[in-house]
């Protein structure tokens, strides 16, 4: 248990951190949510070139965040070692309905690069909750798995809450303006203990390199985003100004406005002077816009292997092998999303199961929903040959049918095993039955 004064010390480093953080965090957010920089447009142009600036985002990085996500979708957890450990660790999963609040853990791991879910004694089952790296901050010391400290910023009644986590204790503190160019200054307010044999939040990241810095997928595609928009608006602009035929009069002024409005609308001009000479400009051509925009997503698709029909929205004569190819990229980083991804939930799990007096075994894996694009009939017709000619069990290839879930696992066990015993009494009945009298 930490000191007041010492946790008001540490406190403050960690809102520090928090500080530092919140602008890198920010920048991110707002590409994810289409909300980036306008393009530079000068200070004396016409209102409606500033309302072209405003129309010209086209957000990309949504999809470079979205499509990855729904594609990763956790059904179950699978143990050999503790079936029943992980029926009731799955139980708590189910009740704190991490079938929907999963996504958005998803998402903010991919769009930020860093997510937290928090885990916490609770009745009947412990409270799973995700948490944005713009909610929690962590410092890590020699045990790179659990935090050493945790701050978790609490929106309360007349101001922010901050919480500090340790290992054993939550520190409360209140925030409190300091002077004129002075940081927040936390004031303590109590203590109490959480319960968790650890400091309860679990870190999920994307892309961590060996010095544990995670890498959010937005990142590389801003610069192509930032293309984008200036060639939209551009775009934009050259269509407003130039896109349509614009005639002219040589010769010939108008004696008033409304004079030279009528004749831009009449479909026919007749003029008495024989040297009044009547023409009109061509059009801006926009092709060139049109391809340089389909070059910037496609190129958006390489950096972030989002396949380009999910960028462009394209699919036209795609046969189910062309587009198993069009998705290797996608797979792949799908695969290792997953892979660093589920280790977390691994992680989140265990703790909820010792919250419950269970412990969950190391060789635990969750599974994961096949989303791949393949037919239900191909994927049935190669499971089928997997059971008949490698002798795998049935039950192992159901786990690998597109859309089934661990419910839907342990419903097919379970009748199968009342047909089972059906058969075995069916066959007891046939044996103790009375011969028929010759």
């Given at each position: 248990m930490l000191k007041p004064d010492e946790a008001v010390?540490?406190?403050?480093?960690?809102?520090?951190?928090?500080?530092?953080?919140?602008?890198?965090?920010?920048?991110l957010r707002s590409y994810w949510l289409g909300t980036q920089d306008l393009p530079v447009v000068p200070t004396a142009v016409p209102s409606e070139v500033k309302r072209?600036?405003?129309?010209?985002?086209?957000?990309?990085?949504?999809?470079?965040?979205?499509?990855?996500?729904?594609?990763?979708?956790?059904?179950?957890?699978?143990?050999?070692?503790?079936?029943?450990?992980?029926?009731?660790?799955?139980?708590?999963?189910?009740?704190?309905?991490?079938?929907?609040?999963?996504?958005?853990?998803?998402?903010?791991?991919?769009?930020?690069?860093?997510?937290?879910?928090?885990?916490?004694?609770?009745?009947?089952?412990?409270?799973?909750?995700?948490?944005?790296?713009?909610?929690?901050?962590?410092?890590?010391?020699?045990?790179?798995?659990w935090p050493e400290y945790a701050l978790e910023c609490v929106d309360a009644r007349g101001g922010r809450i901050f919480e500090l986590y340790d290992r054993t204790h939550i520190y409360r503190f209140a925030e409190e303006k300091g002077e004129i160019g002075q940081s927040t200054v936390?004031?303590?307010?109590?203590?109490?203990?959480?319960?968790?044999?650890?400091?309860?939040?679990?870190?999920?990241?994307?892309?961590?390199?060996?010095?544990?810095?995670?890498?959010?997928?937005?990142?590389?595609?801003?610069?192509?985003?930032?293309?984008?928009?200036?060639?939209?608006?551009?775009?934009?602009?050259?269509?407003?100004?130039?896109?349509?035929?614009?005639?002219?009069?040589?010769g010939w002024?108008?004696?008033?406005?409304?004079?030279?409005?009528?004749?831009?609308?009449?479909?026919?001009?007749?003029?008495?002077?024989?040297?009044?000479?009547?023409?009109?400009?061509?059009?801006?051509?926009?092709?060139?816009?049109?391809?340089?925009?389909?070059?910037?997503?496609?190129?958006?698709?390489v950096v972030s292997q989002v396949p380009p029909h999910n960028l462009i929205g394209q699919m036209v004569n795609l046969s189910a092998e062309a587009l198993v190819a069009a998705e290797v990229g996608s797979n792949r980083k799908k695969d290792d999303r997953e892979t660093s991804v589920g280790e977390s939930h691994e992680q989140s799990l265990w703790l909820t199961g010792k919250l419950m007096g269970l412990t969950l075994s190391r060789s635990a894996q969750v599974r994961w929903k096949e989303t791949e694009a393949r037919s239900l009939a191909q994927t049935v017709d190669a499971l089928g040959k997997m059971v008949q000619m490698l002798g795998v069990p049935a039950e192992a290839a159901w786990e690998r049918i597109p859309g089934v879930t661990q419910q839907d696992?342990?419903?097919?066990?379970?009748?199968?095993?009342?047909?089972?015993?059906?058969?075995?009494?069916?066959?007891?009945?046939?044996?103790?039955?009375?011969v028929p009298a010759a």
């Amino acid at each position: 248990m930490l000191k007041p004064d010492e946790a008001v010390e540490i406190c403050q480093e960690l809102l520090a951190m928090r500080r530092a953080d919140s602008e890198p965090l920010e920048l991110l957010r707002s590409y994810w949510l289409g909300t980036q920089d306008l393009p530079v447009v000068p200070t004396a142009v016409p209102s409606e070139v500033k309302r072209m600036a405003e129309m010209s985002r086209i957000n990309v990085c949504s999809l470079v965040v979205n499509v990855p996500a729904q594609a990763m979708t956790v059904v179950g957890i699978r143990d050999e070692s503790t079936p029943d450990v992980a029926d009731a660790v799955w139980e708590a999963w189910q009740a704190n309905k991490m079938d929907a609040h999963q996504a958005p853990v998803h998402r903010s791991v991919l769009g930020y690069g860093t997510s937290y879910v928090r885990v916490l004694p609770g009745r009947p089952y412990p409270v799973m909750r995700g948490r944005s790296p713009r909610q929690v901050t962590t410092a890590y010391g020699s045990d790179p798995d659990w935090p050493e400290y945790a701050l978790e910023c609490v929106d309360a009644r007349g101001g922010r809450i901050f919480e500090l986590y340790d290992r054993t204790h939550i520190y409360r503190f209140a925030e409190e303006k300091g002077e004129i160019g002075q940081s927040t200054v936390p004031k303590y307010l109590s203590e109490v203990e959480h319960g968790a044999p650890e400091c309860p939040f679990v870190r999920y990241t994307n892309l961590e390199d060996l010095e544990h810095t995670p890498h959010s997928e937005i990142t590389p595609v801003i610069p192509l985003q930032d293309q984008l928009d200036l060639t939209t608006f551009n775009m934009l602009v050259a269509q407003h100004y130039g896109a349509f035929r614009q005639r002219y009069v040589i010769g010939w002024l108008a004696e008033s406005e409304s004079q030279a409005m009528q004749a831009a609308a009449s479909r026919m001009q007749s003029f008495e002077d024989p040297d009044v000479k009547v023409g009109e400009f061509g059009q801006t051509d926009l092709s060139g816009y049109l391809d340089s925009r389909k070059a910037t997503i496609e190129h958006m698709g390489v950096v972030s292997q989002v396949p380009p029909h999910n960028l462009i929205g394209q699919m036209v004569n795609l046969s189910a092998e062309a587009l198993v190819a069009a998705e290797v990229g996608s797979n792949r980083k799908k695969d290792d999303r997953e892979t660093s991804v589920g280790e977390s939930h691994e992680q989140s799990l265990w703790l909820t199961g010792k919250l419950m007096g269970l412990t969950l075994s190391r060789s635990a894996q969750v599974r994961w929903k096949e989303t791949e694009a393949r037919s239900l009939a191909q994927t049935v017709d190669a499971l089928g040959k997997m059971v008949q000619m490698l002798g795998v069990p049935a039950e192992a290839a159901w786990e690998r049918i597109p859309g089934v879930t661990q419910q839907d696992v342990d419903a097919w066990k379970a009748l199968r095993a009342n047909d089972a015993i059906n058969d075995l009494f069916a066959g007891l009945d046939r044996q103790t039955a009375p011969v028929p009298a010759a």
